[in-house]
């Protein structure tokens, strides 16, 4: 089973960077099938720079090698593994520490000590409880942001193109401040403050660490690092008022105060959230809403589950658990989507994927955009088709993959909780239609986004 780290996406490719110097080089591909390096000193970077994207790359390799397939980043040797079969046969014996958050806080300047197998097995309980009870006391906040945005639609022109990325990228941004983070971002001009220093950290810690260019460029450098420090700023801020008296509203940032964390946990948490939480709801929110706009069928299956389970009265957290075919709807969202399509570990010892050995301290990624796109997997796999998770068995191979059940990420929660109370309100009251003769791209970075803007209308329904 692929463990809560697996999901840890966000992070990969500043992994993958910074393992180059946090563990020596290995020349022995030990049989596995793929390409030589291109260069000597980056390995195969170029070819996945001419690709456009690790994911694209992948795609290309696995249909030309296979299952398990290797190249070189650097000098270091990568395996990548492209089916379900395969990465059920992977399993990492080291289970006390998170690769991706190890590195995270390296590159964030964190100090990154491991912990304990029962240390680390408690703050990941601490982190899955505190997204779930922050959620439910902050339910009606929720609503409220949806209600807002609700309004606004309704107040537009059936002809007013809405730009949609724009619109779910502000609305996650308010629903994650607000409810992590709590009442001391209801004013805008403070999200807007915190969303600029969000995007230039985020942007850098995907772009900037992969391709070096950020330690060539003393005004990036400078600009992420202060980017860094009004986050942090702000962070403990909060973490000292929530210390020093109580508040009404209960959030993500309580939970980890009570869980008796230190405040560099509590800090560390509380940026790593915030980073990857944003980003993940806004994806999901865009995509679902996209592919609703296309499938007019879809949208009327899900209206009509929202008018039955529904009725006249608001939606609840015991509502959203009966919205059965709206999760379906989120599911074949991610996997069409690729929503999150690489995930990577680091091979603590030798292992063993078929008749392939991989070597100790080999980065093996998971290609998740190519197994949720494998024909011999997801028949027809690039329709978008909710009824597909009828079965319950390719619910059980979906969850096994992190991305649903007991294996899904804190974010992931997150994002699904608020994407449902969304869509139960927007599609509810409107139908929700494409701009003819848009072409939708897609951009594979770190969470799968269109390449440029998705441009929708909205119709009142009678």
Same mark, same amino acid.
């Given at each position: 089973?692929?463990?809560?780290?697996?999901?840890?996406?966000?992070?990969?490719?500043?992994?993958?960077?910074?393992?180059?110097?946090?563990?020596?080089?290995?020349?022995?591909?030990?049989?596995?099938?793929?390409?030589?390096?291109?260069?000597?000193?980056?390995?195969?970077?170029?070819?996945?720079?001419?690709?456009?994207?690790?994911?694209?790359?992948?795609?290309?390799?696995?249909?030309?090698?296979?299952?398990?397939?290797?190249?070189?980043?650097?000098?270091?040797?990568?395996?990548?593994?492209?089916?379900?079969?395969?990465?059920?046969?992977?399993?990492?014996?080291?289970?006390?520490?998170?690769?991706?958050?190890?590195?995270?806080?390296?590159?964030?300047?964190?100090?990154?000590?491991?912990?304990?197998?029962?240390?680390?097995?408690?703050?990941?309980?601490?982190?899955?409880?505190?997204?779930?009870?922050?959620?439910?006391?902050?339910?009606?906040?929720?609503?409220?942001?949806?209600?807002?945005?609700?309004?606004?639609?309704?107040?537009?022109?059936?002809?007013?193109?809405?730009?949609?990325?724009?619109?779910?990228?502000?609305?996650?941004?308010?629903?994650?401040?607000?409810?992590?983070?709590?009442?001391?971002?209801?004013?805008?001009?403070?999200?807007?403050?915190?969303?600029?220093?969000?995007?230039?950290?985020?942007?850098?810690?995907?772009?900037?660490?992969?391709?070096?260019?950020?330690?060539?460029?003393?005004?990036?450098?400078?600009?992420?690092?202060?980017?860094?420090?009004?986050?942090?700023?702000?962070?403990?801020?909060?973490?000292?008022?929530?210390?020093?008296?109580?508040?009404?509203?209960?959030?993500?940032?309580?939970?980890?105060?009570?869980?008796?964390?230190?405040?560099?946990?509590?800090?560390?948490?509380?940026?790593?959230?915030?980073?990857?939480?944003?980003?993940?709801?806004?994806?999901?929110?865009?995509?679902?809403?996209?592919?609703?706009?296309?499938?007019?069928?879809?949208?009327?299956?899900?209206?009509?589950?929202?008018?039955?389970?529904?009725?006249?009265?608001?939606?609840?957290?015991?509502?959203?658990?009966?919205?059965?075919?709206?999760?379906?709807?989120?599911?074949?969202?991610?996997?069409?989507? #690729? %929503?999150?399509?690489? +995930?990577?570990?680091? @091979?603590?010892? $030798?292992? /063993?994927?078929?008749?392939? !050995?991989? *070597? &100790? =301290?080999?980065?093996?990624?998971?290609?998740?955009?190519?197994?949720?796109?494998?024909?011999?997997?997801?028949?027809?796999?690039?329709?978008?088709?909710?009824?597909?998770?009828?079965?319950?068995?390719?619910?059980?191979?979906?969850?096994?993959?992190?991305?649903?059940?007991?294996?899904?990420?804190?974010?992931?929660?997150?994002?699904?909780?608020?994407?449902?109370?969304?869509?139960?309100?927007?599609?509810? #009251? %409107?139908?929700?239609? +494409?701009?003819?003769? @848009?072409?939708? $791209?897609? /951009?594979?970075?770190?969470? !799968?986004? *269109? &390449? =440029?803007?998705?441009?929708?209308?909205?119709?009142?329904?009678?």
């Amino acid at each position: 089973m692929i463990d809560f780290a697996i999901f840890a996406v966000t992070f990969l490719l500043a992994l993958v960077v910074a393992v180059l110097y946090l563990y020596p080089a290995s020349r022995q591909a030990a049989g596995i099938p793929g390409i030589t390096p291109t260069e000597e000193k980056d390995g195969n970077l170029p070819d996945i720079v001419t690709s456009g994207s690790l994911h694209e790359f992948l795609v290309n390799l696995h249909e030309r090698y296979g299952p398990v397939v290797s190249f070189w980043f650097g000098r270091r040797l990568v395996v990548s593994l492209g089916t379900v079969d395969v990465l059920k046969q992977h399993i990492n014996p080291n289970k006390t520490s998170d690769p991706f958050e190890t590195v995270l806080k390296s590159l964030l300047s964190y100090p990154s000590g491991g912990g304990s197998v029962a240390e680390n097995h408690r703050r990941k309980k601490l982190y899955e409880n505190a997204v779930t009870t922050c959620l439910q006391s902050n339910f009606a906040l929720l609503l409220k942001l949806s209600e807002e945005l609700l309004e606004k639609w309704l107040s537009y022109p059936e002809t007013q193109h809405i730009p949609l990325n724009q619109h779910m990228f502000s609305f996650a941004m308010k629903a994650v401040t607000q409810i992590v983070l709590g009442s001391a971002f209801e004013e805008d001009q403070e999200i807007i403050h915190f969303q600029k220093n969000h995007g230039t950290v985020w942007s850098e810690i995907g772009k900037g660490f992969l391709d070096g260019s950020l330690d060539k460029s003393t005004t990036r450098k400078k600009q992420f690092e202060h980017a860094l420090v009004q986050l942090e700023s702000v962070l403990k801020k909060i973490i000292k008022e929530r210390k020093e008296r109580k508040f009404s509203q209960h959030i993500f940032i309580d939970s980890l105060v009570e869980g008796n964390l230190n405040d560099q946990q509590i800090l560390e948490d509380g940026v790593i959230f915030s980073l990857a939480g944003c980003i993940i709801t806004a994806k999901l929110c865009t995509w679902a809403i996209c592919f609703l706009t296309t499938s007019e069928e879809v949208q009327k299956k899900l209206y009509s589950e929202i008018d039955q389970i529904l009725g006249q009265s608001s939606v609840s957290p015991e509502k959203i658990e009966q919205l059965r075919y709206c999760r379906k709807i989120l599911c074949e969202t991610v996997r069409t989507a #690729k %929503l999150t399509p690489v +995930s990577a570990r680091l @091979q603590d010892t $030798e292992g /063993k994927i078929n008749q392939f !050995t991989i *070597p &100790r =301290e080999t980065l093996v990624l998971y290609a998740l955009g190519v197994v949720l796109q494998d024909p011999n997997t997801w028949p027809s796999p690039y329709k978008f088709d909710p009824d597909r998770f009828e079965d319950e068995s390719v619910m059980e191979m979906f969850s096994s993959l992190g991305f649903s059940g007991t294996q899904e990420c804190p974010e992931l929660r997150f994002a699904y909780m608020v994407t449902t109370v969304l869509l139960s309100i927007l599609v509810r #009251k %409107l139908h929700l239609h +494409s701009v003819q003769g @848009q072409v939708m $791209e897609t /951009k594979y970075e770190l969470v !799968t986004s *269109p &390449r =440029e803007e998705a441009w929708i209308t909205v119709s009142k329904r009678s």
